[in-house]
């Protein structure tokens, strides 16, 4: 199976990855993907994708990209181009101090997508 995990800190990679340990096998490509919505400092999203490949690339084949643009049209863009068979993202941001309720992103995803997502639950932080 082909799995895309849409990140945007370590937590989210983290709680993805959890997820995820159970259910991949060498067979198996995990995507990761990080988006920001305007260029700038890609710190964060490197590190969140570090972690993806970290916890996951002994497992399966681990890929990861960077993308700039609306994260929900580029997620969905980059599962379309990795003929994904599910899409594993957090339920908000997953930095300190967010929001408890789902967030756009996976809102707009969960109503858009075509192919099976999964949310991931974050700890509180």
Do not use: F, K
């Not at 643009?69 to 003929?83: F, I, Q, V």
């Not at 339920?91 to 756009?104: F, I, L, Q, T, V």
């Amino acid at each position: 199976m082909n799995y895309l995990l849409g990140t945007d800190s370590v937590h989210t990679t983290a709680s993805a990855c959890d997820y995820l340990e159970q259910r991949v096998d060498a067979a198996d490509t995990v995507v990761a993907v990080h988006v920001q919505s305007t260029e700038g400092d890609t710190r964060d999203g490197r590190e969140a994708l570090n972690v993806a490949t970290v916890r996951l690339g002994a497992i399966a084949d681990v890929v990861t990209e960077q993308r700039t643009g609306d994260p929900a049209e580029e997620l969905l863009a980059s599962a379309t181009g990795h003929d994904v068979d599910e899409l594993i993202i957090g339920p908000r941001s997953g930095e300190p101090g967010s929001d408890s309720r789902a967030g756009s992103v996976a809102t707009e995803l969960l109503s858009q997508s075509s192919i099976p997502v999964v949310v991931v639950p974050l700890e509180a932080l």
